[in-house]
């Protein structure tokens, strides 16, 4: 074990030089006009939750996306809060998940007063496995009237939320004919996807709405950020209006017509985004050099593989991710120790939801890959800068 635990540190400082250290998960970086806009924005006294950058900012990301419409959001998890909303999640339904995702997914769920239900992943993208998801809903749901109900609790199963991780689009073209043949509605967690694209489509636009993020630890990041993305322009529409208090227009009134939220993004972070967004480009070469170099200088290790992009997925390079060939905690944990000693920020998955004290009870397949994936994956510092180290 002590040969492997070195063999993966050896590996990781042939990349990143202990000069580099310490080297962080993912940092971000701001290299283009952002205190430029940022000043602009103080300036023209427009700081807040309306302005010039907003617009501009939702404008690039239906353009980046291909989506027809682009809403900007405070958070990524505000963002899959009205996508499930707008989705039809009532309370008491229930919507299934990834147990292999970041606790937001899970928790827009909860938000909706509805039960996350949780599936099980598969090794080549670490997305749900539409294979096992259709055989599961063959044992425990039927489709009645149209909608998918869960025969053991009678609940309806209104969605699937489908993550795309690490930025490496999952089975996307799979998962779509699940969601179809079991009447789900699909909605993407893309937080983590923002340039990826499977065969030429943006991840976030094959189910019906799409949710992204951008946070401070994200590809780009406007500070606190997030969007909803839809190809349908009457959910649109309707994500900007309950995203703006549900305020309907007029030159002086204060009127709303329905309990809207106050998830605007400040025109201040948007600001911020237009500048990482004309960056998106660059950070995506450079952290495919990256990659390029952990693939490389693990290719000849025994033992373990980089999580690779599939044919025709076009992967972001978010985060680079090491997998272990077989499942081995006592492994995993002496290499994160080893590597975040020495000064390399590496971590392990999330605790999978199905694990967490609040979601413990909630419905689930049996979930094998994913419980093998969180004793196989080490992410390892995926800045862009290091790429130049
Ligand atoms: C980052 C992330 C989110 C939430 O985004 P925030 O902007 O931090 O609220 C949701 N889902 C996944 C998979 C994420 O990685």
Redesign the pocket.
């Known amino acids: 074990m002590g040969g492997l635990v070195e063999q993966i540190v050896e590996a990781v400082r042939s990349v990143v030089p202990p000069c580099a250290a310490p080297a962080p998960l993912h940092a971000p970086e701001f290299r283009g006009a952002e205190k430029a806009y940022l000043a602009d924005c103080i300036d023209s006294g427009w700081v807040s939750s309306v302005g010039a950058y907003v617009d501009r900012f939702e404008r690039e990301l239906a353009a980046l996306t291909g989506a027809a419409r682009a809403v900007a959001v405070?958070?990524?998890?505000?963002?899959?809060d009205v996508c499930l909303r707008l989705a039809g999640v009532q309370p008491g339904d229930e919507v299934l998940v990834p147990t292999l995702?970041?606790?937001?997914?899970a928790n827009?769920v909860a938000y909706r007063g509805a039960t996350p239900h949780f599936v099980d992943s598969e090794g080549l993208t670490l997305g749900v496995d539409p294979y096992r998801l259709d055989a599961y809903l063959d044992r425990i749901a039927r489709v009645t009237d149209g909608a998918c109900v869960n025969r053991r609790t009678g609940a309806p199963i209104r969605a699937l939320v489908a993550?795309?991780?690490f930025g490496h689009p999952c089975d996307i073209d799979g998962l779509v004919e699940v969601a179809n043949r079991w009447r789900l509605v699909l909605v993407e967690?893309a937080?983590?996807a923002l340039g990826s694209r499977w065969r030429g489509r943006h991840a976030g636009t094959f189910g019906r709405l799409g949710?992204l993020?951008?946070?401070g630890?994200?590809i780009v990041t406007t500070g606190?950020?997030?969007a909803v993305v839809t190809d349908d322009p009457e959910l649109g529409r309707r994500a900007k209006h309950l995203t703006t208090t549900a305020k309907v227009p007029h030159a002086w009134a204060f009127d709303h017509d329905e309990i809207g939220w106050n998830y605007r993004l400040p025109n201040l972070n948007a600001a911020l985004g237009c500048a990482q967004l004309d960056q998106l480009d660059g950070m995506i070469a450079r952290k495919a050099r990256l990659a390029g170099s952990y693939a490389a200088a693990f290719a000849g290790l025994e033992g373990v593989s980089m999580l690779t992009p599939r044919e025709g997925a076009e992967v972001n390079h978010w985060l680079n991710a090491l997998i272990l060939d077989k499942p081995d905690m006592a492994v995993r944990d002496a290499a994160l120790e080893t590597l975040n000693a020495a000064g390399f920020g590496a971590r392990p998955l999330w605790t999978l939801m199905h694990r967490l004290p609040m979601y413990a009870g909630c419905p689930r397949d049996e979930l094998p890959v994913a419980a093998a994936l969180a004793a196989r994956v080490i992410n390892l510092p995926s800045s862009a800068a290091l790429a130049d180290a």
């Open positions: 405070v958070n990524g998890t505000a963002a899959l995702t970041f606790v937001a997914t827009a993550m795309h991780v967690d937080a983590e949710a993020s951008f946070n630890n994200k606190g950020g997030g």
